[in-house]
């Protein structure tokens, strides 16, 4: 069974930074593109950055030069790096992998900016 955990998230003051970590169990991590998407209250989900399985990353425009995705395939995870965070980015953050058998989602992890 493919399972993805979210963790890293929480409560930050608007310039600080965090470091979400999506692992993933049941599936072949070097051969996955994984993404993050963010939902806030009341709003649509988004896609916010993807890398794919030859490590290219491409991000949404708004968290462009302030967001970076990395992997690591010893321990099946992936990262998003997230600097100089502000309101804006609040929301649930959560891992997917796209799959032609369908998406595989995480349970999601709340990242909340204060002012």
């Known amino acids: 069974q493919v399972r993805l955990k979210e963790s890293g998230g929480g409560l930050v003051q608007a310039g600080e930074s965090l470091r979400l970590s999506c692992t993933t169990s049941?599936?072949?991590?070097?051969?996955?593109?994984v993404r993050w998407y963010r939902q806030a209250t009341g709003e649509q989900r988004e896609m916010v950055a993807q890398?794919?399985?030859?490590?290219?990353?491409n991000y949404t425009d708004s968290v462009k030069g302030r967001f970076s995705m990395s992997r690591n395939y010893a321990r099946n995870t992936a990262y998003l790096q997230m600097n100089d965070l502000q309101p804006e980015d609040t929301a649930v953050y959560y891992c997917?992998?796209?799959?032609?058998?369908?998406?595989?989602w995480g349970q999601g992890t709340q990242v909340t900016v204060s002012s």
């Open positions: 890398i794919t399985s030859a490590g290219t990353a």
């Open positions: 997917n992998v796209p799959r032609n058998t369908g998406d595989v």
């Open positions: 049941g599936i072949n991590f070097r051969i996955i593109t």
